[in-house]
């Protein structure tokens, strides 16, 4: 999937997305390939029009600067020979220093008939693709239960989900920092305010009221944004400056514990050469990891062996000075709900400390999934994957 949006999009700007086809020349004749617009807000965020605090300065039916397409790579193809139709707008050439691609962008609506990449279910709440499928339990986007991929090999005497549970922790302290607060997964209720359907993505706008000692401290905004073999999201929030006189140093902990990955590999950008193992036990390599703290710039590249493997990144809106820790259990008898299998086998993700009183808390958690990681090294499948696309968007002179 590769994503195009800002300078890049210049011919295109200012026009209707809802009258432009994207095509590749095949065959003598254009060819619709799937595609979508992506509206963003003046923000940082998607933009959903259920979303009070999101605005642009052109409707949603005119690209603007921060609007993104989405499309595929293996969609382009050989460019046309000879003078181009009236109606071609612009090119696309996809490719850097190998074989050049191309696509065109057509004056004409686009085709409707492409099937939607990713589905998402209400009764039971559960988002799947051609490759993948989370369950969600109790109608609840952050209870996360099984979730399958097509390739992934389980153990024999494991079940086929890979995932045990995602870990939310909001803590605080109550009028002290000693007298801590903590609310749970199974304290936020989110609720489902929009939901836009596309051939290559599905978003998801939702929000949580979180209440402290029967106060509003704040309201999450969740903007999810769901591929063939990826997910995106965005998180939102401010704390009250007033709440600082109820709240002593909050703190925000996400985790993943997976289910029975013994054997499974680890590897981060801010590391270097040290990797963790799942085995059941931590190891001098693995303590040292946890010391070292994340950088902006972030990779995490998990591999099972097994047919899955997952590549993150943690991105933090500019301005944003708290800290970031890593965290990696690997116990096999630990306990930390929500549980649905015993231990942690392994339990990773971050602890952000010091969340800011007053000022907008915003950034993005990404996900990526391969069977193999392409074939590719850690760092090489990081290299590739979030490089600056290599298109280059020309209109077409006449």
Do not use: C
């Amino acid at each position: 999937m590769l994503e195009l949006h800002g300078p890049a999009l210049g011919p295109l700007l200012g026009r209707d997305p809802a009258a432009l086809e994207l095509a590749r020349y095949a065959n003598g004749g254009f060819q619709s390939v799937p595609h979508q617009w992506i509206a963003w807000s003046d923000g940082r965020q998607p933009y959903f029009d259920k979303d009070k605090d999101a605005e642009r300065q052109l409707p949603t039916n005119r690209i603007g600067a921060g609007d993104r397409l989405l499309l595929r790579d293996e969609d382009a193809g050989a460019p046309r020979p000879g003078a181009l139709p009236d109606n071609v707008v612009a090119t696309l050439t996809l490719g850097g220093a190998g074989p050049k691609r191309t696509l065109y962008v057509l004056d004409r609506p686009p085709f409707q008939g492409f099937p939607p990449a990713v589905t998402l279910t209400r009764s039971p709440l559960a988002i799947y693709t051609a490759h993948y499928r989370l369950n969600l339990e109790d109608d609840n986007l952050f209870q996360w239960g099984d979730f399958l991929y097509d390739e992934y090999q389980p153990p024999a005497d494991h079940g086929p989900s890979l995932l045990d549970s995602l870990k939310l922790r909001l803590s605080a302290g109550v009028f002290s920092a000693g007298a801590r607060l903590t609310l749970t997964n199974e304290n936020l209720d989110p609720i489902i305010r929009e939901v836009i359907e596309g051939p290559l993505a599905t978003l998801v706008y939702a929000t949580t009221r979180v209440r402290v000692a029967g106060l509003p401290v704040l309201t999450v905004h969740n903007y999810f944004i769901l591929m063939d073999n990826a997910v995106a999201v965005h998180s939102r929030l401010t704390i009250p400056g007033f709440a600082a006189a109820v709240l002593r140093e909050p703190s925000a902990r996400v985790t993943v514990d997976g289910n029975a990955l013994e054997g499974a590999r680890l590897r981060t950008s801010w590391t270097g050469d040290l990797e963790a193992r799942v085995d059941g036990r931590l190891s001098d390599p693995e303590r040292d990891m946890m010391e070292q703290p994340v950088g902006r710039e972030n990779w995490l590249w998990f591999g099972t062996g097994r047919g899955f493997d997952l590549l993150a990144r943690l991105h933090f809106a500019d301005g944003f000075d708290t800290a970031a820790r890593f965290i990696y259990q690997d116990d096999p008898a630990l306990d930390d709900e929500p549980e649905r299998f015993p231990g942690q086998r392994p339990n990773v993700g971050f602890r952000l400390q010091g969340l800011p009183f007053g000022d907008e808390f915003y950034f993005v958690a990404e996900l990526y999934f391969s069977r193999d990681s392409h074939g590719l090294s850690a760092a090489g499948w990081a290299r590739r994957q979030f490089a600056p696309p290599a298109i280059t968007v020309n209109a077409v002179s006449r």
